[in-house]
């Protein structure tokens, strides 16, 4: 059964001569193409049939009118929603994901329904970009996306990991990963009835161990900021005691920061949450005196010269 944009349906067409493509087809019967029309909206489906290639007597020319009306007749029915039973074409908005929507386009239109920070929605470009590339070169990129199965994915992971040697298996992991969350998007539009790309296997990935600084280098950093650049080297401190991350520390507000509590807010952005969360905030000796304020102009880079910070201190 073919499921249509306009939410009909049609049983696989067929041509009667069953042999009609090889040298055996005889030319003195009729052939046809026939198949069933089921329109929700009507109580019993039609019975088509065409038979307009019987005009033709030689047997390449009636082959090759078969093939044509074939194609024809299926790109009304998937392309312009021909209804025979009413007789008409209403064709499928385009801006609208629907079962027989082309496998990569379906992907750019799930993409613009799913909300995330701006670094995960380039990566989910690059996912997109990458796997079209890929099903490209499989001849997948077009087939409706009610049809991709776990072969497509398979396949399709594979080439990429053919194709490109930086292809890494956490890579291969995170673009899993994000079809997954294209497909979630594509269900919820019933594009698709199942997440595909969960079926498939992670890759088993080799953690890398990453070098921490020991004691001694650490010190040998701090000395070398504190004497070439003190705002940085305060930075470093707030930083690396804080425990949060650069941009959630460059969009602190005074309001933000309790020295008291030896604690500030700050905006989280993961996957699919945006929120506050509290961290330490260590107070160093060299920050005594300062004021909420200070720091977070230190910490946005509004104030560059230290000397000016010394002659600035205010009472919290």
């Not at 009667?16 to 909206?41: C, E, G, H, M, V």
């Amino acid at each position: 059964m073919i499921a249509l944009p306009t939410g009909c349906k049609a049983s696989k067409l067929s041509v009667f001569l069953k042999n009609w493509q090889t040298t055996a087809a005889n030319t003195k019967i009729a052939w046809y193409i026939n198949y069933r029309f089921y329109d929700p909206s009507v109580p019993k489906p039609k019975q088509v049939l065409l038979k307009g290639m019987n005009i033709y007597s030689i047997r390449s020319e009636r082959k090759d009118a078969a093939a044509t009306l074939l194609k024809n007749e299926m790109d009304l029915l998937l392309n312009q929603g021909y209804n025979p039973i009413s007789n008409s074409c209403s064709a499928p908005d385009n801006s609208e994901n629907h079962p027989r929507t082309p496998f990569i386009k379906a992907l750019w239109l799930a993409f613009e329904k799913i909300k995330g920070v701006k670094g995960t929605l380039t990566d989910i470009k690059c996912v997109i970009r990458g796997t079209e590339k890929a099903a490209t070169s499989l001849k997948y990129h077009n087939i409706p996306i009610c049809d991709i199965s776990r072969k497509h994915i398979k396949l399709i992971l594979e080439q990429c990991l053919k194709s490109n040697p930086r292809f890494s298996a956490h890579r291969y992991n995170k673009y899993r990963y994000y079809l997954i969350r294209l497909f979630k998007e594509l269900i919820e539009l019933e594009a698709a009835t199942h997440n595909v790309p969960g079926d498939i296997s992670k890759m088993k990935v080799t953690q890398k161990i990453h070098q921490t600084l020991t004691g001694e280098e650490r010190k040998k950093v701090s000395d070398q900021l504190f004497k070439y650049n003190r705002q940085f080297w305060k930075f470093m401190h707030l930083f690396f005691h804080s425990g949060g991350r650069e941009t959630e520390l460059m969009l602190l507000q005074g309001k933000d920061v309790n020295i008291k509590l030896h604690k500030y807010k700050s905006i989280t952005k993961r996957v699919r949450t945006i929120g506050r969360t509290t961290g330490p905030l260590k107070i160093l000796p060299c920050l005594f005196g300062l004021s909420r304020w200070l720091i977070v102009e230190m910490l946005s880079g509004v104030i560059a010269d230290t000397d000016n910070i010394k002659k600035r201190i205010l009472i919290s």
